[in-house]
């Protein structure tokens, strides 16, 4: 004979249903919000395009910087590339395909798994991105591949894939904001948190994601050093702003349970 299982009452069941209601049309406005924010950004770039005269002269100003400060040429990271075309090919799509995807699928996982910890991140690449697009506003950079003096190629438009079109007649995208490298501070934001919210001496190997990103960024003539190591800057800030709160707090102490509990032994004692 079958025992009967746990009865649901209908009170539960009409509960579940709002409930339900509900954290749908969370889940729908954290995604509206990330989307707004995404296209802020990116009509925010497409403002700052036009400045072309000063974005060259800042990319001149950044090759004299790092040269002076002793920074390896970008060249010769790319020079390494350019002897292995799947390699290539492989960094060109790592830098038109990763950025995005893994940033969402970040934060969706998040929103899913770390609920407590998803609003502070969601501030902190909020800020971060905020920061980076006022960066575009005042201070227009043009890419290494753009740069005569940086004698690089443009990977992606040799090889592909190709993220931009001529950077005369693309409007899709403002091709004179380097700096902050976006993919890079991005990529430090997602390895950051996976670290705090993950447990055990894995959890470090996230940080594999931001030091590639730097490399792909660097070869595929994108980016200079300072790009991003100014992206690293901010992100530090923005976490610094946006404190980390207290998600996971420890239990409390469970009280002693007496060692003998049968009835009338405390009298006895």
């Not at 909020?126 to 753009?146: E, I, K, N, Q």
């Not at 001496?201 to 931001?210: E, G, I, M, S, V």
């Not at 595929?220 to 300072?226: E, Q, S």
Request: charged share 15%.
């Amino acid at each position: 004979m079958t025992r009967p299982g746990p009865q649901v009452s209908s009170a539960e069941e009409s509960s579940s249903g709002p409930a339900r209601s509900t954290a749908v049309r969370r889940a729908l406005r954290e995604v509206a919000l990330v989307l707004v924010l995404l296209l802020a950004y990116k009509f925010g770039r497409l403002a700052a395009d036009g400045n072309v005269g000063a974005a060259f002269q800042n990319a001149e100003s950044v090759w004299h910087w790092e040269r002076m400060l002793g920074l390896p040429s970008e060249k010769g990271v790319q020079g390494v590339l350019l002897d292995h075309r799947g390699a290539i090919r492989l960094a060109n799509g790592y830098y038109a395909w990763v950025h995005f995807p893994a940033t969402g699928l970040f934060l969706l996982w998040l929103y899913c798994r770390r609920p407590a910890h998803y609003r502070w991140i969601r501030k902190v690449m909020t800020l971060l991105t905020g920061s980076a697009l006022l960066l575009h506003l005042v201070a227009p950079l043009a890419p290494p591949r753009m740069l005569a003096r940086a004698g690089m190629t443009d990977t992606a438009h040799v090889w592909g894939p190709a993220v931009y079109g001529d950077p005369r007649t693309d409007a899709a995208a403002n091709q004179y904001a380097a700096m902050p490298s976006l993919h890079v501070g991005w990529a430090v934001v997602v390895a950051v948190a996976l670290i705090v919210v993950s447990h055990g001496r894995w959890r470090w190997l996230w940080l594999a994601h931001p030091v590639l990103t730097v490399l792909v960024v660097v070869a595929t003539a994108n980016h200079y050093w300072l790009d991003g190591a100014v992206a690293c800057v901010l992100v530090a800030g923005a976490f610094w702003v946006v404190r980390r709160p207290q998600c996971e707090p420890h239990p409390p102490a469970r009280p002693k349970r007496p060692t003998d509990m049968r009835p009338g032994a405390q009298k006895r004692r």
